[in-house]
T-cell receptor, first 113, second 113 residues
Framework: EAGVTQFPSHSVIEKGQTVTLRCDPI?????LYWYRRVMGKEIKFLLH????????ESGMPNNRFLAERTGGTYSTLKVQPAELEDSGVYFC???????????FGQGTRLTVV | KQEVTQIPAALSVPEGENLVLNCSFT??????LQWFRQDPGKGLTSLLL?????REQTSGRLNASLDKSSGRSTLYIAASQPGDSATYLC????????????FGSGTRLSIRP
């Protein structure tokens, strides 16, 4: 069974550009989470989808970040426009309906220059 | 607000030693606690998950304990090997098995051959 898959694995963009990260959860997992780790800090929660609905988006840093999960399958996280402080590793995780152990993807390393 | 702290931030020991990693959390009202491993450039691998009603979990050379009342958990690694070198993350869930995970900043472990 495929695990949580994230694309791209690395992205280098200039300040002011737009980047879209994608997460494909484990098939059938209703819960999908986005987290990020900026340099030197702990991994922090961004938001939580249950199917296509945003259950908790309290961790989204500002309105430059937009997450979607149309159809309740894969999710995208768009950063527009990107700023230098957005650099870090963005992780996606999924878990089955009702919760349980969360499985993490490999992460996308975003560098804004 | 739940905060998770891990001590030490970094640890280097010779191969074969037994070692203990520490984790503390400020709010004892947790649903579960999970230990993860992260290798450089890789995603997060779940090592052990302890439900709030449990005191410990074991997997191979790893043993994790939980003392909810004091807000502490330890990860014990027996007979350490160079392949154990990685960053170890402690994380808690507060309300349910689907709620967000709150991470500590991790302990970077290096096992010297």
């Amino acid at each position: 069974e495929a695990g949580v898959t994230q694309f791209p694995s690395h992205s280098v963009i200039e300040k002011g550009q737009t980047v879209t990260l994608r997460c494909d959860p484990i098939s059938g997992h209703d819960n999908l989470y986005w987290y990020r780790r900026v340099m030197g800090k702990e991994i922090k929660f961004l938001l939580h989808f249950v199917k296509e609905s945003k259950q908790d988006e309290s961790g989204m840093p500002n309105n430059r970040f937009l997450a979607e999960r149309t159809g309740g399958t894969y999710s995208t996280l768009k950063v527009q426009p990107a700023e230098l402080e957005d650099s870090g590793v963005y992780f996606c995780a999924s878990s089955p309906q009702g919760g349980g152990e969360a499985f993490f993807g490999q992460g996308t390393r975003l560098t804004v220059v | 607000k739940q905060e998770v702290t891990q001590i030490p931030a970094a640890l280097s020991v010779p191969e074969g030693e037994n070692l203990v990693l520490n984790c503390s959390f400020t709010d004892s009202a947790i649903y579960n606690l999970q230990w993860f491993r992260q290798d450089p450039g890789k995603g997060l691998t779940s090592l052990l998950l302890i439900q709030s009603s449990q005191r410990e979990q074991t997997s191979g050379r790893l043993n994790a304990s939980l003392d909810k009342s004091s807000g502490r958990s330890t990860l014990y690694i027996a007979a350490s090997q160079p392949g154990d070198s990685a960053t170890y993350l402690c994380a808690v869930r507060r309300y349910s098995s689907a709620s967000k995970i709150i991470f500590g900043s991790g302990t970077r472990l290096s096992i010297r051959p």
